[in-house]
């Protein structure tokens, strides 16, 4: 065999050019090659570990069977370079672009507002052309597969689709539910009211205006790769790196040669499990063999009795071979093939599927493999070949247990798979449960079947394997043998479960957690099958009327059998008319396209990582305590200083000036505080140098006690961050001795991570001059930033200037922490004299930076029996890490908003920040509200329990009525409030689909819908006056064209688009003629933090002065000359010596809290809203199906409602995935375990309520804000909670049906495991249960 010592060039093309790399890297994956050494920043970098779909590009390849050219999506983070041999890459730029022709999947996601930060917007893009280069016009099933594997933080996916829906086939109106039936169909349910409001528009965006999709204009497969791979060479390629060498054969005969010579060489495929592995564990391999080129594991052959596919083949193409196979032969025979495709359509996103190969997966043996239990029950074998021959081995357990003995040889491969047909009387089934629906490895997953012997019920062989309960896939062979023989009856089931909770036994400190929910899994499967093969043997007695009689199934248990569908989410967002007598030009309330939204589609929008490297920049990693609370001892940086590409390490002493606070210093200097604390920073010429150097950094810590996490024990060492906040109003007490019933509970709600899509990130460059620094960095404060610098190098704020183009996502999280990086970054610069670049890996930014508060918190509620509540009495704490950040502000605004809607005369409220040895807890979007308030509604929820009445009865009867004073004393009026309220009543058809859910829950046992309608009353701003000033500075150029610059950040929310808007109104120019380029603390100094709803509302204002002045200025010459031109006007002005530049400001609103009182006016004006969610359970399982969700939102006169509604839709998601799927694990040891979108589960777009209807309330107040508009960025995060009372109000209706105790803990999130242990039942009974005392568990709750 060939095997040169030379490395070979890689040639491949991207966006239709020719790329050939010599001496390439086998190390570098494609999203780097393409981000740093082609300079094609349009693909993202988010996670990195093929969970987000920020990189997703498109790759096109010829396949050697069939001759087509095939086009899939890919994460590029994990595609090592050498693997794109011979294909062809096309990236968002390669798509289209502004200066060239954009492609109408950009143009129609930016113009239907899709995109909000943008930073998931190109990898929307790709997943979205490669489907449609696939399937011009594609189902929405299609669509939906395409976008599942990409997250976006920001939008709630909703417009993302319903830009992609442009491209389906059925894409005609807005075919609500799917019915085919336009919502504003004046022969529907719902329609009687809008056509009376002719005033309400419900288009965001005009479909019409869209260009055609046209398939001719795609780049072409280029045919230098179409000859290369008519005529493949068949030598083998090396490319060797400095430690990695890749080597590709031609054939068969030589990879055989190679694996032989090198036996611990792993086969690379799809890298989507060696690639993880790599960066995770650090496993290191100096050769791999790639089998691409080996058509022989591509091959797929149809027998009689089977199907044989190759190794090499993709997940997504095993999909569509059985797809194929299961559409050609009868039902029977493929039992396999359909369990296989039902976990196919879940496994992973679209993007992995497509890379991921089918050996790459058996051979992975991963514990939550979804795909080896099925295999294993349904008899699959394996086809391995060597230089020595081919042998056949069977999937069993003894392979998935990796026995010696049942194994591969090292020197073998995987070649094929053969899956053999079913048979009649054979049933297999496949199931799995996992956090949500899609994008996320199981919990547990089975496989089962079943062979009875003909015409009868006895079981003549019975095959079990489960996932996710042990280290590899478990097969329950044992008792299996024991059933064969049982009739397929009730006595069988009990007998089944007693005998596989014996074998499948989880010790109560598993790994993964989650111990008695997963024994509960095993049995509930095991329930589903049993009710599936009754169901199917029915069907078989209807087919032969004179066999055997089986068990029937009461039509209320028939309800356990179907899982819920995967869906897209539709319905229709309504908005207020502009006047008909605003001018065409006046944007103001019009749902104006996000300001970048074209260059976020393109990739041209430019983001801090995005910024070219500058002359000698160096990289930066930072390097964190591994220990929760420890003296530091000794540091020894000598090892990492002697590696090449190491400048220096960057300590505490290195400070010039201050060292952050006591309390909050940036590096620490001889104690940690949490595991996360930042040490130190390595300063290297890349960032894989710096990487590795931080691993050979030897720390030595002496563990100080006490160490904290729970919110219980710092209690017990009345361990707090800053004194309790309290409010009380009546007498709490004395209104306890007078009502009807008194009850209390507890709630808990665990913490939330920011999740922005782009990481903290910052660059800092040093000038030679007067000590000048420019900063770029991703933050909500570039003041903040600046003057942290400031003081931590010692040097006046003027040299300093902080600028910020665009934020990828904050919601609260880079309202404080950027300083902290950009402090130490600049510490960096200064001390080397550099430019440093630092951006956090996902990793590190989630372990590093905190985020919401959980929060613990105990309610005493008294009311009568009629449901008025008389007294409340709340106490909470908060976990607020271990720094005081923003906790202590944190908890004064979640007392103050803790009243939500209802007036309650007898009040206490208590909050505490409790200090904790966790990285420090900040800002988020809702600042405590979202977490508080959820205890007050389930006070409502407990009191509606007691009285027997419904909980919206017991919200109507203590919501706040007429012209009225809130705990603090400041006086408002809920007229909005109520209004919002019926509106969602009535928009939501509550009351009869109330009904309607209750008829379901009568038929149906194992699911459950649940309904719960929630008001709010959010109180916008800061509640401080000084907080509410802002500045602009409106530049007017002498051709006419305007600059505006103001205080507030681009983070997505749009404010630049809105800003403009107002200049635009106020000039009286079209918006095409403003422009704005960056946030920069040189030209508008002092600025607040963009946060708290209020940024647009205040900058706008302060623009609407800059534009007066300016056109003040303008008048006389205006009136000279009244018909000439904005530009005729400019020119003058320039001559006659008018400034043409003005400072606009404003001093803000006046907000005060006297908490020594307990009296205020802490906030400028309030959000009112309502939301109205029903939900479905299965309560076997615990997972749950978003059925509708209504909105209701008081924005006022909206200044954009394209805008305005995006950030309801996008909060709300953001809301739901905090009250159901965002969960954090730490270790009893306090490491955060969930430190990537793998583990961590914010909502993907399936997550998205099947109907999500959002109505912003025609305005009929005039708040002392911009044209009368309110901030609308935090306050659907609450509503969200909507999704949470409806799971809750399902799980109390199958509690109340099974006879189990009615109050239950309330505990947010309500992941299927809690709602699965909630609905308590035979199978929860029959699970055997730990004493906690005995074991130390996997994870511990913080909250
Ligand atoms: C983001 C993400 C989400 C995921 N979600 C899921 C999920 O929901 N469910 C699930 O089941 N899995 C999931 N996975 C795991 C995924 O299914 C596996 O990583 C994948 O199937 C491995 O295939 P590969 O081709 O990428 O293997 P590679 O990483 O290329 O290789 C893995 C191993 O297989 C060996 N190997 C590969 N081919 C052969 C062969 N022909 N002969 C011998 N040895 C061979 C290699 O030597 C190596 O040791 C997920 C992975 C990622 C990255
Ligand atoms: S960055 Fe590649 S999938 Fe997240
Ligand atoms: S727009 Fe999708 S992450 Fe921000």
């Given at each position: 065999m060939p095997c040169p010592s030379k490395s070979d060039d890689l040639v491949f093309?991207?966006?239709?050019?020719?790329?050939?790399?010599?001496?390439?890297?086998?190390?570098?994956?494609?999203?780097?090659?393409?981000?740093?050494?082609?300079?094609?920043?349009?693909?993202?970098?988010?996670?990195?570990?093929?969970?987000?779909?920020?990189?997703?590009?498109?790759?096109?390849?010829?396949?050697?069977?069939?001759?087509?050219?095939?086009?899939?999506?890919?994460?590029?983070?994990?595609?090592?370079?050498?693997?794109?041999?011979?294909?062809?890459?096309?990236?968002?730029?390669?798509?289209?672009?502004?200066?060239?022709?954009?492609?109408?999947?950009?143009?129609?996601?930016?113009?239907?507002?899709?995109?909000?930060?943008?930073?998931?917007?190109?990898?929307?893009?790709?997943?979205?052309?490669?489907?449609?280069?696939?399937?011009?016009?594609?189902?929405?099933?299609?669509?939906?597969?395409?976008?599942?594997?990409?997250?976006?933080?920001?939008?709630?996916?909703?417009?993302?689709?319903?830009?992609?829906?442009?491209?389906?086939?059925?894409?005609?109106?807005?075919?609500?539910?799917?019915?085919?039936?336009c919502c504003l169909d004046p022969r529907g349910n719902d329609s009687s009211s809008l056509l009376r409001e002719s005033d309400i528009c419900t288009e965001l965006f005009a479909e019409d205006e869209f260009q055609p999709l046209d398939p001719t204009q795609e780049l072409i497969f280029p045919p230098e790769l179409l000859r290369m791979a008519e005529k493949p060479e068949k030598q083998t390629l090396i490319f060797r790196g400095e430690r990695v060498a890749w080597i590709s054969p031609g054939t068969l005969k030589d990879l055989l040669e190679l694996k032989a010579k090198h036996p611990e060489a792993p086969l690379i495929s799809g890298n989507t499990s060696l690639g993880p592995a790599v960066k995770s564990q650090g496993h290191f391999h100096p050769i791999l063999l790639s089998p691409a080129r080996i058509s022989e594991l591509s091959m797929v052959s149809k027998t009689s009795d089977g199907l044989t596919i190759g190794a090499g083949c993709s997940l997504a193409q095993v999909k569509d071979i059985l797809a194929e196979r299961v559409s050609e032969l009868p039902e029977e025979k493929t039992q396999t093939y359909r369990a296989l495709l039902k976990h196919l359509r879940s496994l992973a996103s679209q993007q992995i599927r497509n890379m991921a190969s089918l050996g790459g997966h058996i051979i992975s043996r991963h514990c939550y493999s979804d795909l080896n239990p099925i295999l294993a029950v349904g008899n699959a074998t394996l086809n391995l070949i060597s230089e020595e021959g081919t042998r056949q081995i069977p999937l069993n357990e003894h392979f998935l247990a990796g026995l010696a003995s049942a194994d591969l040889k090292p020197e073998e491969i995987l070649e094929s798979v053969y899956i053999p047909h079913s048979q009649k009387w054979e049933f297999v089934s496949a199931f799995r449960q996992a956090q949500c629906q899609q994008n996320a490895l199981a919990d547990v997953n089975a496989g089962m079947r079943v062979i009875l012997k003909e015409g009868t019920d006895t079981i003549k062989d019975l095959s079990i394997a489960y996932g996710g309960v042990g280290a590899a896939t478990v097969s329950a062979q044992k008792s299996c043998q024991q059933l064969v023989g049982r009739p397929w009856n009730e006595l069988m089931l009990e007998e089944a479960c007693r005998l596989l909770l014996e074998e499948v036994s989880l010790p109560g400190w598993a790994p993964g957690g989650k111990v008695e929910f997963k024994r509960t899994l095993v049995v509930s499967f095991f329930f589903k099958f049993y009710l599936e093969v009754l169901q199917e043997l029915k069907k078989l007695v209807k087919l032969m009327p004179d066999s055997h009689h089986y068990p029937e199934i009461s039509d209320q248990f028939l309800s356990a059998l179907e899982d819920f569908p995967i869906t897209g989410p539709q319905g229709v967002q309504r908005y207020q008319r502009v006047g008909s007598h605003q001018s065409l030009q006046d944007p103001v309330g019009r749902p104006i396209m996000h300001l970048s939204g074209l260059k976020h589609a393109t990739g041209e929008a430019i983001f801090c990582d995005d910024i070219p490297m500058v002359d000698r920049e160096l990289f930066m990693v930072l390097v964190t305590s591994t220990r929760a609370h420890a003296k530091i001892i000794s540091v020894d940086l000598s090892e990492a200083l002697d590696l090449p590409g190491v400048i220096d390490v960057i300590t505490a002493e290195d400070i010039p000036g201050t060292n952050g606070s006591e309390d909050d210093k940036l590096m620490a200097v001889d104690e940690v505080l949490c595991v996360g604390h930042i040490i130190c920073a390595v300063v290297a010429e890349t960032e894989v140098q710096a990487k590795s150097a931080t691993e050979k950094i030897k720390i030595t810590y002496e563990d100080l006690e006490p160490v904290i996490f729970t919110i219980n024990d710092a209690i017990k060492h009345n361990s707090f961050l800053c004194p309790e906040k309290k409010l009380e109003q009546g007498n709490v007490e004395e209104a306890f001795e007078k009502v009807d019933q008194i009850v209390e509970g507890e709630v808990h709600v665990g913490g939330q991570e920011h999740f922005y899509m782009e990481t903290q990130r910052v660059l800092v460059i040093p000038k030679a001059e007067d000590k000048e620094l420019d900063i770029y960095v991703s933050t909500q404060d570039p003041a903040h930033v600046q003057k942290t610098v400031s003081s931590t190098l010692n040097i006046p704020i003027n040299r300093i200037t902080c600028h910020v183009k665009r934020v990828g996502g904050g919601f609260g999280g880079k309202v404080g922490r950027p300083a902290v990086f950009g402090a130490i970054a600049a510490v960096g610069a200064i001390k080397t004299g550099h430019p440093i670049r630092l951006v956090l890996d996902r990793k590190d930014d989630m372990l590093i930076t905190g985020g919401r508060h959980p929060l613990f918190g105990k309610y005493k509620v008294g009311f009568m029996n009629n449901g008025r509540i008389k007294a409340l009495d709340i106490e909470c704490f908060v976990n607020g890490g271990c720094m005081l950040d923003d906790s202590e502000l944190v908890t004064e605004s979640l007392i103050l908003k803790l009243e939500n809607a209802y007036k309650i005369r007898n009040l206490r409220f208590r909050g505490r920040a409790c200090m904790t040895n966790l990285p420090s807890n900040t800002a988020f979007r809702g600042f405590g509200f979202p977490q508080g308030t959820l205890i007050t509604e389930s006070c409502i929820t407990a009191v509606a329990a007691k009285c027997g009445l419904l909980p919206e009865k017991i919200r109507e009867k203590n919501m706040y009525k007429t012209v009225d004073k809130t705990i603090y004393k400041q006086a408002f009026s809920p007229e909005t409030l109520i209004r919002c309220w019926n509106e969602c009543l009535d928009k939501s058809s509550f009351h009869s689909r109330r009904m309607q859910v209750e008829e379901f829950n009568k038929k149906n046992y194992w699911k459950k819908k649940g309904m719960a309608i929630i008001p709010m009353k959010f109180s916008v701003g800061f509640a401080a006056t000084s907080y509410h000033q802002a500045a602009a500075l409106v530049h007017i150029y002498t051709d006419g064209s305007v600059l505006v610059t103001h205080g507030g950040n681009e983070l997505g929310q749009g404010i630049h688009t809105k800003m403009l808007q107002v200049a635009s109104r106020e000039l009286n120019i079209p918006m095409s003629s403003l422009h704005i380029c960056e946030t920069s603390t040189a030209t508008v100094p002092n600025t607040i933090a963009t946060a708290a709803s209020i940024g647009s509302d205040v900058n706008g204002r302060a623009v609407q002065n800059a534009c007066q002045i300016l056109l003040k200025r303008l008048e006389p010459i205006i009136k000279k000359n009244p018909e000439g031109t904005w530009e005729d006007w400019i020119e003058s002005a320039f001559e006659q010596r008018i400034s043409l530049s003005a400072t606009g400001y404003f001093r803000g609103y006046k907000a005060f809290m006297d908490w020594e009182k307990g009296e205020g006016d802490p906030f400028p004006y309030y959000v009112y809203g309502a939301a109205c969610s029903e939900v479905e359970i299965d309560c076997l399982t615990g997972a749950h199906k978003k059925i509708r969700t209504d909105i209701v939102m008081d924005a006022c006169c909206s200044l954009n409602p394209a805008i305005d509604i995006g950030q309801v839709e996008g909060s709300f998601i953001q809301g739901m995935g905090l009250y159901t799927t965002e969960e954090l694990k730490y270790s009893p040891e306090g490491v955060l375990y969930s430190r990537g979108?793998?583990?961590?589960?914010?909502?993907?777009?399936?997550?998205?309520?099947?109907?999500?209807?959002v109505s912003l309330l025609p305005s009929s107040q005039t708040p002392p804000t911009i044209y009368s508009s309110k901030g609308l960025g935090e306050s659907g995060m609450f509503l969200g909670s909507s999704v949470f009372f409806a799971i809750t109000d399902a799980v109390a209706t199958a509690r109340r049906e099974r006879d189990t105790v009615e109050d239950f803990t309330v505990r947010s999130p309500a992941t299927p495991e809690r709602v699965r242990m909630a609905c308590a039942d035979r199978f929860t009974e029959m699970i055997p249960r730990d004493d906690p005392k005995t074991f130390r568990p996997w994870s511990i709750p913080i909250a």
């Amino acid at each position: 065999m060939p095997c040169p010592s030379k490395s070979d060039d890689l040639v491949f093309f991207v966006n239709g050019r020719k790329v050939i790399e010599r001496n390439v890297d086998p190390e570098v994956t494609l999203l780097t090659f393409l981000r740093k050494n082609l300079r094609l920043t349009g693909t993202k970098y988010a996670c990195g570990s093929g969970g987000c779909g920020a990189c997703t590009v498109m790759v096109s390849k010829r396949d050697p069977l069939s001759a087509n050219i095939r086009h899939f999506s890919i994460t590029a983070c994990l595609v090592p370079i050498c693997s794109l041999y011979g294909a062809a890459v096309t990236t968002v730029e390669g798509v289209g672009s502004i200066n060239t022709r954009l492609h109408p999947v950009q143009e129609r996601i930016a113009k239907s507002h899709g995109t909000q930060c943008g930073f998931c917007t190109p990898g929307m893009v790709m997943s979205m052309y490669t489907l449609l280069r696939n399937h011009p016009q594609p189902s929405e099933e299609q669509l939906l597969e395409a976008l599942g594997g990409n997250l976006c933080r920001c939008t709630g996916y909703r417009p993302i689709l319903a830009s992609g829906r442009t491209f389906c086939v059925e894409s005609n109106g807005c075919q609500q539910k799917g019915t085919g039936k336009c919502c504003l169909d004046p022969r529907g349910n719902d329609s009687s009211s809008l056509l009376r409001e002719s005033d309400i528009c419900t288009e965001l965006f005009a479909e019409d205006e869209f260009q055609p999709l046209d398939p001719t204009q795609e780049l072409i497969f280029p045919p230098e790769l179409l000859r290369m791979a008519e005529k493949p060479e068949k030598q083998t390629l090396i490319f060797r790196g400095e430690r990695v060498a890749w080597i590709s054969p031609g054939t068969l005969k030589d990879l055989l040669e190679l694996k032989a010579k090198h036996p611990e060489a792993p086969l690379i495929s799809g890298n989507t499990s060696l690639g993880p592995a790599v960066k995770s564990q650090g496993h290191f391999h100096p050769i791999l063999l790639s089998p691409a080129r080996i058509s022989e594991l591509s091959m797929v052959s149809k027998t009689s009795d089977g199907l044989t596919i190759g190794a090499g083949c993709s997940l997504a193409q095993v999909k569509d071979i059985l797809a194929e196979r299961v559409s050609e032969l009868p039902e029977e025979k493929t039992q396999t093939y359909r369990a296989l495709l039902k976990h196919l359509r879940s496994l992973a996103s679209q993007q992995i599927r497509n890379m991921a190969s089918l050996g790459g997966h058996i051979i992975s043996r991963h514990c939550y493999s979804d795909l080896n239990p099925i295999l294993a029950v349904g008899n699959a074998t394996l086809n391995l070949i060597s230089e020595e021959g081919t042998r056949q081995i069977p999937l069993n357990e003894h392979f998935l247990a990796g026995l010696a003995s049942a194994d591969l040889k090292p020197e073998e491969i995987l070649e094929s798979v053969y899956i053999p047909h079913s048979q009649k009387w054979e049933f297999v089934s496949a199931f799995r449960q996992a956090q949500c629906q899609q994008n996320a490895l199981a919990d547990v997953n089975a496989g089962m079947r079943v062979i009875l012997k003909e015409g009868t019920d006895t079981i003549k062989d019975l095959s079990i394997a489960y996932g996710g309960v042990g280290a590899a896939t478990v097969s329950a062979q044992k008792s299996c043998q024991q059933l064969v023989g049982r009739p397929w009856n009730e006595l069988m089931l009990e007998e089944a479960c007693r005998l596989l909770l014996e074998e499948v036994s989880l010790p109560g400190w598993a790994p993964g957690g989650k111990v008695e929910f997963k024994r509960t899994l095993v049995v509930s499967f095991f329930f589903k099958f049993y009710l599936e093969v009754l169901q199917e043997l029915k069907k078989l007695v209807k087919l032969m009327p004179d066999s055997h009689h089986y068990p029937e199934i009461s039509d209320q248990f028939l309800s356990a059998l179907e899982d819920f569908p995967i869906t897209g989410p539709q319905g229709v967002q309504r908005y207020q008319r502009v006047g008909s007598h605003q001018s065409l030009q006046d944007p103001v309330g019009r749902p104006i396209m996000h300001l970048s939204g074209l260059k976020h589609a393109t990739g041209e929008a430019i983001f801090c990582d995005d910024i070219p490297m500058v002359d000698r920049e160096l990289f930066m990693v930072l390097v964190t305590s591994t220990r929760a609370h420890a003296k530091i001892i000794s540091v020894d940086l000598s090892e990492a200083l002697d590696l090449p590409g190491v400048i220096d390490v960057i300590t505490a002493e290195d400070i010039p000036g201050t060292n952050g606070s006591e309390d909050d210093k940036l590096m620490a200097v001889d104690e940690v505080l949490c595991v996360g604390h930042i040490i130190c920073a390595v300063v290297a010429e890349t960032e894989v140098q710096a990487k590795s150097a931080t691993e050979k950094i030897k720390i030595t810590y002496e563990d100080l006690e006490p160490v904290i996490f729970t919110i219980n024990d710092a209690i017990k060492h009345n361990s707090f961050l800053c004194p309790e906040k309290k409010l009380e109003q009546g007498n709490v007490e004395e209104a306890f001795e007078k009502v009807d019933q008194i009850v209390e509970g507890e709630v808990h709600v665990g913490g939330q991570e920011h999740f922005y899509m782009e990481t903290q990130r910052v660059l800092v460059i040093p000038k030679a001059e007067d000590k000048e620094l420019d900063i770029y960095v991703s933050t909500q404060d570039p003041a903040h930033v600046q003057k942290t610098v400031s003081s931590t190098l010692n040097i006046p704020i003027n040299r300093i200037t902080c600028h910020v183009k665009r934020v990828g996502g904050g919601f609260g999280g880079k309202v404080g922490r950027p300083a902290v990086f950009g402090a130490i970054a600049a510490v960096g610069a200064i001390k080397t004299g550099h430019p440093i670049r630092l951006v956090l890996d996902r990793k590190d930014d989630m372990l590093i930076t905190g985020g919401r508060h959980p929060l613990f918190g105990k309610y005493k509620v008294g009311f009568m029996n009629n449901g008025r509540i008389k007294a409340l009495d709340i106490e909470c704490f908060v976990n607020g890490g271990c720094m005081l950040d923003d906790s202590e502000l944190v908890t004064e605004s979640l007392i103050l908003k803790l009243e939500n809607a209802y007036k309650i005369r007898n009040l206490r409220f208590r909050g505490r920040a409790c200090m904790t040895n966790l990285p420090s807890n900040t800002a988020f979007r809702g600042f405590g509200f979202p977490q508080g308030t959820l205890i007050t509604e389930s006070c409502i929820t407990a009191v509606a329990a007691k009285c027997g009445l419904l909980p919206e009865k017991i919200r109507e009867k203590n919501m706040y009525k007429t012209v009225d004073k809130t705990i603090y004393k400041q006086a408002f009026s809920p007229e909005t409030l109520i209004r919002c309220w019926n509106e969602c009543l009535d928009k939501s058809s509550f009351h009869s689909r109330r009904m309607q859910v209750e008829e379901f829950n009568k038929k149906n046992y194992w699911k459950k819908k649940g309904m719960a309608i929630i008001p709010m009353k959010f109180s916008v701003g800061f509640a401080a006056t000084s907080y509410h000033q802002a500045a602009a500075l409106v530049h007017i150029y002498t051709d006419g064209s305007v600059l505006v610059t103001h205080g507030g950040n681009e983070l997505g929310q749009g404010i630049h688009t809105k800003m403009l808007q107002v200049a635009s109104r106020e000039l009286n120019i079209p918006m095409s003629s403003l422009h704005i380029c960056e946030t920069s603390t040189a030209t508008v100094p002092n600025t607040i933090a963009t946060a708290a709803s209020i940024g647009s509302d205040v900058n706008g204002r302060a623009v609407q002065n800059a534009c007066q002045i300016l056109l003040k200025r303008l008048e006389p010459i205006i009136k000279k000359n009244p018909e000439g031109t904005w530009e005729d006007w400019i020119e003058s002005a320039f001559e006659q010596r008018i400034s043409l530049s003005a400072t606009g400001y404003f001093r803000g609103y006046k907000a005060f809290m006297d908490w020594e009182k307990g009296e205020g006016d802490p906030f400028p004006y309030y959000v009112y809203g309502a939301a109205c969610s029903e939900v479905e359970i299965d309560c076997l399982t615990g997972a749950h199906k978003k059925i509708r969700t209504d909105i209701v939102m008081d924005a006022c006169c909206s200044l954009n409602p394209a805008i305005d509604i995006g950030q309801v839709e996008g909060s709300f998601i953001q809301g739901m995935g905090l009250y159901t799927t965002e969960e954090l694990k730490y270790s009893p040891e306090g490491v955060l375990y969930s430190r990537g979108p793998d583990e961590y589960k914010i909502p993907t777009i399936t997550d998205v309520p099947e109907e999500f209807n959002v109505s912003l309330l025609p305005s009929s107040q005039t708040p002392p804000t911009i044209y009368s508009s309110k901030g609308l960025g935090e306050s659907g995060m609450f509503l969200g909670s909507s999704v949470f009372f409806a799971i809750t109000d399902a799980v109390a209706t199958a509690r109340r049906e099974r006879d189990t105790v009615e109050d239950f803990t309330v505990r947010s999130p309500a992941t299927p495991e809690r709602v699965r242990m909630a609905c308590a039942d035979r199978f929860t009974e029959m699970i055997p249960r730990d004493d906690p005392k005995t074991f130390r568990p996997w994870s511990i709750p913080i909250a």
